[in-house]
């Protein structure tokens, strides 16, 4: 495939001879446009050309996007322009220059562009156009390494400036004469000119389309989660287990180890309204004085966990013993009787006499327990 980049930017916004100049920005992206008019509309292309306009105004942005681009693309041959009249305030010639990279292969593109631009531009009456070495040069030095970087720079006495930027602007076999040659440049003898555009020196160019204001970005307005994220409910569980383990001793471990057995079953489940559960438990930990009280935290935590988690639930379990009012789905069968609350939910026939938990498989040691 290949792929021609094409752009407009500027360096600055100082026209040249202390300002009295005119500014790149008010022309060059106008007759940049023209270029890529003809080269999307007059041409019947033999190989695939993607034309690629870099809309990027500042030179070192446009070559950040340039080089971006070329990273996710496969090519075979890529060339990058970028169009420029320098207007030095010293500059005595009048004139266009290629500025390319210091190589021969980037030279080698530099002269064959040269070759097929000179037609036009002596037409133009614009003089002689050549060629130099442009590594030190704002978007040369920044673009790197595609098979041709070039600067089209025509240098010119800022004061006839505003008679050559009508040369280039309102000349279309100008415009013309530089699609062309990108096409040439490419593909060689690989496309054709469209019937209505076989007189390229003698036709009229549509005026370059008006380019509209974006709309204004709306961002899509996003409802909060109601239910708490699962990181965030084990980070509150993490910091009432440590509340606990400070509680520790002789007379508290069982039932905090109850507890803490209890939460390691919650914790694999993000259900709502569980995070100020949580809060509020935790709160109630640091007021605990005797095993009494903390005994009573853990039958308000079993009851807002039942409540929470309903009959019938099933969650991840990465803990050791299972709590109670759990069991293990294993596929394990037990008598109706034991478990009436869950063969009411589920609907179980009257003939039958055993209830069979679900069958789910281990993961990498988590196992997965049902609320009966």
């Known amino acids: 495939m290949n792929v021609l980049y094409i752009s407009s930017s500027f360096s600055s916004d100082d026209g040249g001879n202390n300002g009295k100049g005119i500014l790149e920005k008010n022309y060059i992206p106008t007759f940049v446009n023209r ?12 190989e695939q050309l993607e034309i690629i306009r870099i809309t990027t105004p500042r030179i070192s942005n446009a070559a950040q996007e340039i080089n971006e681009l070329y990273k996710r693309k496969s ?9 420029h009249l320098g207007i030095a305030g010293n500059a005595t010639t009048s004139g266009a220059k290629i500025y390319h990279h210091n190589d021969n292969h980037s030279l080698g593109y530099a002269k064959a562009y040269l070759e097929h631009l000179q037609p036009a531009y002596k037409r133009a009456g614009l003089g002689s156009i050549g060629n130099s070495v442009g590594n030190r040069r704002g978007y040369i030095s920044l673009v790197k390494p595609l098979a041709l970087i070039c600067e089209i720079a025509c240098v010119s006495n800022s004061n006839d400036v505003l008679v050559l930027n009508d040369a280039w602007v309102g000349s279309e076999y100008l415009v013309y004469g530089h699609a062309e040659a990108l096409v040439k440049l490419i593909l060689g003898n690989k496309y054709s000119i469209k019937n209505n555009y076989t007189d390229k020196f003698n036709f009229t160019l549509p005026p370059p389309p008006k380019i509209e204001p974006k709309p204004p970005k ?10 708490p994220p699962l990181e965030k409910i084990e980070v509150s569980i993490g910091k009432i287990r440590n509340n606990i383990n400070a509680l520790k001793n002789v007379n508290y471990f069982e039932e905090a180890a109850r507890i803490q057995r209890e939460l390691a079953c919650d914790c694999t489940s993000p259900l709502k309204n569980i995070t100020e559960t949580l809060k509020k438990i935790n709160n109630e930990i640091f007021e605990v004085k005797n095993i009494a009280s903390i005994g ?16 019938g639930t099933i969650v991840r379990y990465m803990g050791g013993d299972i709590p109670t009012g759990w069991r293990l789905c294993d596929g394990q069968e ?6 009436v609350d869950l063969v009411a939910k589920i609907n179980l026939p009257d003939s039958e006499d055993k209830i069979k938990m679900p069958l789910i498989p281990n993961e990498d040691g988590i196992r997965y327990i049902i609320k009966v």
């Not at 709306?218 to 239910?227: A, D, L, Q, R, Y």
């Not at 037990?334 to 478990?339: G, I, M, T």
């Open 35 to 46: 270029v890529e008019w003809v080269l999307r509309n007059c041409f019947n292309y033999q």
């Open 296 to 311: 009573m935290v853990f039958i308000s935590l079993s009851k807002t966990i039942s409540t929470i988690a309903p009959i």
């Open 218 to 227: 709306i961002e899509p307005k996003i409802e909060p989660i109601s239910e």
């Open 334 to 339: 037990y008598d109706r009787n034991l478990f």
């Open 75 to 83: 090519v075979v041959n890529t060339i990058a322009v970028d169009f």
